[in-house]
């Protein structure tokens, strides 16, 4: 019956809880410890599994149902966390970029080679990593309630895939534009993997809940994309 949907930990000694809630909260975090360290001792992690599963039913029982997740929403989650799609993305643009790239120069010194069907498939997997990227993007709005670009991690995330929106748009404009967008690409993705940049998914900060505060954001970092493009191409030329 808690208005604000205040969450505790077991270990908040100012703890709401009375009389066998109490006994559970002040006893389940020590319980999952210790069981968490049998676990690594045996391998055996059925016991810490089953702390986990007391937890969540402690949580269901007590709490508002609008305040716990469904089940769907968090496997999404642990999928999500598992695959870890955009730093898996950041590789796979590197070396596409880098082949078609070593291509486009083979063919620019010596026009006789064509690699059409490389090129080809270069573009096709291109198209292909575009989807992925839109793909995470889409999951992560869905699991944090709110457009992913309100942090530094979620932008750079965003300016990337906006870049890459870039390069399907201008990739009939000139043969370099896919290598040199999968470079641009793999570099926002590499530093947003970077210890000093946070991946956690937060709650929206107040400032971006205006719906056409999100849009001047989205539209102001997506330019970066454009800028970031050009001077790229720019450095190649």
């Not at 457009?147 to 370099?176: M, N």
Request: with cysteine; hydrophobic share 50%.
């Amino acid at each position: 019956n808690d208005p604000g949907e205040n969450w505790y930990s077991p270990y908040d000694p100012n703890h709401p809880f009375e009389n066998e809630d109490a006994d559970f909260m002040n006893s389940i975090g020590p319980l999952y410890v210790s069981a968490v360290q049998n676990a690594h001792e045996t391998g055996n992690w059925e016991e810490a599994d089953r702390v986990v599963e007391l937890i969540d039913l402690f949580q269901r029982r007590v709490a508002n149902a609008e305040s716990i997740p469904n089940v769907r929403k968090v496997e999404l989650e642990i999928f999500y966390n598992k695959v870890d799609i955009f730093r898996r993305l950041a590789m796979y643009f590197l070396l596409v970029g880098l082949v078609v790239l070593i291509l486009q120069f083979i063919q620019l010194l010596n026009p006789k080679y064509k690699f059409k069907l490389l090129n080809n498939i270069g573009l096709a997997i291109f198209v292909l990593l575009f989807a992925v990227h839109g793909f995470g993007i889409g999951l992560r709005w869905y699991l944090s309630g709110h457009a992913p670009w309100s942090d530094g991690y979620e932008a750079l995330v965003f300016i990337a895939f906006v870049t890459v929106l870039c390069g399907l748009l201008f990739s009939r404009q000139s043969k370099i534009i896919v290598g040199a967008t999968c470079i641009l690409a793999w570099l926002m993705l590499f530093v947003a993997q970077l210890s000093i940049v946070d991946s956690q998914m937060t709650n929206l900060v107040p400032v971006l809940k205006s719906f056409w505060l999100k849009i001047h954001v989205a539209v102001i970092t997506g330019s970066y994309a454009f800028l970031g493009l050009g001077a790229i191409l720019g450095l190649m030329v």
